[in-house]
Every structure is written in structure tokens, then in C-alpha cells.
């Protein structure tokens, strides 16, 4: 940042007066566009914001990232607390970027030619058209307290800028007022009253898109909302009692009150179209289209909820000071409602399953996901929620457990546990029996019945999807473990069903191979 600082002109270069002469910067008015694209250039959002796939299409993703997003890799994980801590950290990132630039301004003079040309006794908006230009929000003086419409309003003017545009160069501008002008009011001395009528009259005109964009917005609602939150939250910390004249401190009171009422205002909005979001994904008629159709992958519209979660997990991580931790408390449990209504709807969903093997595969995909919100591994720990080998344990019953039944059973049996991902796999393998060709003959016609059923069940199952790479790893080794390993076991036990499976292609190491193929979609 401090390299695209350096090009901007100082105070005196746009001015060959003597600043130290000039009281509050009372010289000619600064030029425009020295700051505008420096502030344009900071990144304020994470991605493109959240919308429902009724609105975003068949190819709908989580907002800014692949299919794997959510995801959690052998080195990191996804829970609320991590990325409770990354959102933190994205936003202090852009925050401080533009508070660099807000310092500037104030150390340039720039932004006290602005209060200037404020206090001549021109009319307010006059003289804030050029500030606001240079915050890139000039639109935001054409927006009328009594015309709420923005989408209308903005029509001609700003057709090509979408609203998520406006909001992250409002939230930019918002973040440059609060900085620049509790900078600058500690600096002018006797002067700070005007400072802080001029950031009075900054934010007031600003906080009007408040009422503008809430109704104006859509599909994409809820990460503006959480965005604009975070931001005018940040704002209202900002304006804590200083060390400046009584008067100033009221006016900056009252700025930090107006910003507080919208920090309830936006939270509200926020609860609210969460509300609006669970009927709207209940109801949603792509549940009972796409199960049928599908192949146990996550829905889109888990990803969607997902998604919204984790913007309120966004939001509630930002927090910067103990006094607002009841907003985190507010988030916390909204956060937990939402998981907990999301898993019910999941299980409700589900029956739309017409097979108990697809059920169970759909519900320990999208419950994978789901987990990665409140579960934690730390370091290179990778394990699943109990609910989670609940429903890998139930797929595996229902859709492999028949195929190892064939293998015939005697009155002698061994025990034999192998360790996979997801917990110990415990099954029963006959020890040899009394010999004879009759005997052989039902052994040779059980294993022939056991590789029959194995690839059935492999063929009905080659192209159903498991996308998380450790799940999909994890899930065939438990297939492996259970009905693979227990065939190789049987086999070791009779070399001879062993030399006659080989002959056919279906040893044991085959069968793993085949297991290697399944889950991609």
C-alpha cells in the first residue's frame, strides 16, 4: 500500500502556500481523483455474494469457491471458530488498507480542504459532492430520504454497477469517514467543532443507504447485510470519547449513537432474512426434483444454508471489543439454531430417497458438510462426527453387508477387526470346516454368489458421488475393510477358492481397484 501511496501529490504540491500558514487549509479547493482509485482498488468482500440456486442456476457453488469450499484439508479445517478467525482477518485487512489511505488524506491536507470547502457557508451537499467523489459514493447524495426505491432511483445512473458494487464501495467510503475524521479532529485544536459537524453531515447523508439498499436488496441480501454490519459496527468503535472540546465530543456522540441504531437495525435484518431463508430453501421444490435424480451428492441448497451460516459465523467473528460481546453471543446462537434446523431438514429431506443406500450416502454427504461448521481436528487430525459414522455405518449395512453374507458360515467362526477411518470394522469369517468335493462345490457356488452381488453393487453405485476427497478415501477403505479384507481373509483360509478366484479376475486386490473407482459421479 505504501508504494500505491507514494505517487499521490503531498499537501504543499498541489498548493505553493505554506500549510503551517493556513488555519484549518483555508487555500484553493484540492484537486479531484488523487485518492478514488486507491480506494476502489482495496477488496472489501470475500467473494460474490450468497444467492439461492432458484436464482443462481443449475451450476450454483458456494459463493467464491469450488464445490469443495467447506471442505476442511489435512492441514486446516473449516469449524466456526477458524473461520470465525479468517473473516476477522479479511476484514482487518481491508480496514486497514483504507485506514492507511484515510491517513493520508489527513496527513496531505486533503482532508482539510474538504471541511474547508464544508464550512464556507455553501449549501451541505455543494460541498460534499466533491469529498464523496473521491470516495467513489457521489450517487449516494442522489438518494432521497423519502425514495427508498434504489434499484429504480439508480437506474440511469448506475445500470451497470450491481448492488453488491454499491455496497462495497459504500462500506469503503463509510470506513475513510470514520477514520479521517477522528484523525483529523485531534489534529486542528480550537477547529474540531467544524470537523465534527463536517462528519456529521458525511455520515448522516451516508447512513441513508441504509434504509435504501435494505428492501432493495434480493437474493443476494444476506452477505450485503453482513458486510454493511461489520463495516458501520467497525465505524461506531471508532468514535470513542477523545481528548477535544465538549462541543465536538457531543457532535461525535451523536455520530457514534446514529451508527450504533444501524448496527441494531442491520443485525435485525440480518436475524430476519434468516427466517426468510429457512422458508425459502423448506419450500423450495428442487428438493424433490434433484434427490430422485440424484446420486447421494450435497444438495445445492445445503450449500446455500451453508453458506448463510457461515456469513453469520462472518459476523460474529468480527468483534473487536469485549463491550459488544453480546452481539457474538446473538450470532453464536443463531449460528446453532441454524445448524440444528439445517440437520432436521436434512433427515426430513432425505426420504425423498426411495433407496435406504442412496439415503444414507446423501445424508453422510450433506452432514459432512454441515459438520465442518462446529466440528474440530486439531493439527493433521481428520476424523467424523458421531453423526456422521452413524450414517457411514448404516450405508455400509445396507449396501455391502448382504454381499459378504454369502460367504458360507460354519459352526466355528474368528473374529477379525481392522482399523479404517472411520472406527473399527468388525465382522465374522468361517474357519475351514470338514472337507469333501459336496462341501467345496457350496463353497465355489457362495463365493460365486458373493462376486455376483459385489458387482452389482459396485455397478449400481460406480457413478454415485462422494466430492470431499477424505470422505470419499475414508468411505472406501470402510468397504474395503468390511467386505474386502474379510473375502481376502476367507480366501487364505481355502488356497484352493483361492487359486479358482484368481483364474477369474476377482481376487481381492482386483476388487480393491474397483472400489478405487467409486464415489467420483
Request: contains cysteine; proline residues 4%.
Amino acid at each position: 500500500m505504501a508504494g500505491r501511496l507514494s505517487f499521490v501529490p503531498k499537501f504543499g504540491e498541489w498548493d505553493n502556500r505554506d500549510p503551517a500558514r493556513s488555519r484549518l487549509g483555508r487555500t484553493s479547493p484540492p484537486p479531484r481523483n488523487l485518492y478514488r482509485d486507491l480506494i476502489r482498488s482495496v477488496a472489501v468482500s470475500g467473494g460474490q455474494y450468497i444467492r439461492h440456486p432458484i436464482h443462481a442456476g443449475s451450476s450454483y457453488s458456494p459463493s467464491g469457491a469450488s464445490n469443495s469450499h467447506f471442505y476442511p484439508s489435512n492441514n486446516s479445517d473449516c469449524s466456526s471458530c477458524s473461520a470465525s478467525g479468517a473473516a476477522r482477518a479479511d476484514f482487518c485487512a481491508h480496514d486497514h488498507e483504507l485506514t492507511k489511505i484515510a491517513r493520508r488524506m489527513v496527513g496531505d491536507g486533503y482532508a482539510r480542504r474538504m471541511v474547508n470547502a464544508f464550512d464556507s457557508g455553501g449549501p451541505d451537499r455543494a460541498a460534499l459532492e466533491t469529498w464523496f467523489l473521491e470516495l467513489d459514493v457521489d450517487w449516494v447524495l442522489q438518494i432521497s430520504e423519502e425514495n427508498y426505491d434504489l434499484r429504480q432511483q439508480l437506474q440511469d445512473k448506475a445500470a451497470s454497477s450491481s448492488l453488491q458494487e454499491l455496497v462495497e464501495r459504500w462500506i469503503r467510503a463509510v470506513t475513510v469517514i470514520a477514520v479521517s475524521v477522528t484523525e483529523l479532529v485531534v489534529t486542528v485544536d480550537d477547529e474540531t467543532p467544524t470537523v465534527a459537524r463536517f462528519g456529521r453531515a458525511s455520515m448522516a447523508k451516508m447512513l441513508v443507504f441504509v434504509d435504501a439498499i435494505i428492501p432493495a436488496l434480493k437474493e443476494e441480501k444476506l452477505q450485503a447485510l453482513v458486510d454493511m454490519y461489520m463495516c458501520v459496527r467497525s465505524a461506531s468503535y471508532r468514535f470513542t470519547p477523545l481528548l477535544i472540546s465538549s462541543e465536538a465530543q457531543t457532535i461525535l456522540n451523536e455520530i457514534g449513537a446514529s451508527l450504533s441504531r444501524e448496527v441494531i437495525r442491520l443485525r435485525e435484518a440480518i436475524f430476519s432474512t434468516m427466517e426468510e431463508v429457512r422458508t425459502l430453501v423448506e419450500d423450495d421444490d428442487l428438493w424433490a426434483i434433484e434427490i430422485p435424480r440424484g446420486r447421494g451428492e450435497v444438495h445445492r441448497n445445503t450449500r446455500f444454508m451453508v453458506d448463510c451460516i457461515m456469513s453469520m459465523v462472518k459476523a460474529g467473528g468480527s468483534t473487536r471489543t469485549s463491550a459488544q460481546s453480546h452481539d457474538d453471543a446473538n450470532f453464536g446462537g443463531l449460528v446453532a439454531d441454524s445448524v440444528n434446523y439445517l440437520k432436521d431438514l436434512l433427515l426430513r429431506k432425505s426420504k425423498i430417497c426411495s433407496a435406504p443406500s442412496l439415503r444414507y450416502l446423501f445424508l453422510l454427504n450433506n452432514y459432512y458438510l454441515v459438520a465442518q461448521l462446529s466440528e474440530r481436528w486439531p493439527g493433521d487430525h481428520w476424523g467424523l462426527a458421531p453423526e456422521c459414522t452413524k450414517f457411514m455405518d448404516s450405508y455400509l449395512d445396507v449396501s455391502w453387508g448382504h454381499v459378504l453374507s454369502h460367504i458360507p458360515k460354519t459352526g466355528f467362526m474368528d473374529s477379525c477387526c481392522l482399523d479404517v477411518s472411520c472406527g473399527c470394522v468388525w465382522f465374522c469369517i468361517p474357519k475351514t470346516g470338514i472337507h469333501g468335493s459336496r462341501q467345496n462345490r457350496k463353497q465355489t457356488s457362495s463365493l460365486a454368489k458373493f462376486e455376483s452381488a459385489f458387482h452389482k453393487t459396485y455397478q449400481a453405485q460406480k457413478f454415485w458421488k462422494v466430492q470431499d476427497p477424505q470422505l470419499r478415501d475414508a468411505l472406501r477403505r470402510a468397504i474395503a475393510g468390511r467386505v474386502v479384507e474379510g473375502y481376502r481373509y476367507y480366501l487364505q483360509k481355502h488356497p484352493a477358492l483361492e487359486n479358482q478366484v484368481s483364474s477369474r479376475g476377482s481376487s481381492p486386490d482386483v476388487l480393491n481397484q474397483m472400489l478405487g473407482e467409486l464415489f467420483e459421479g
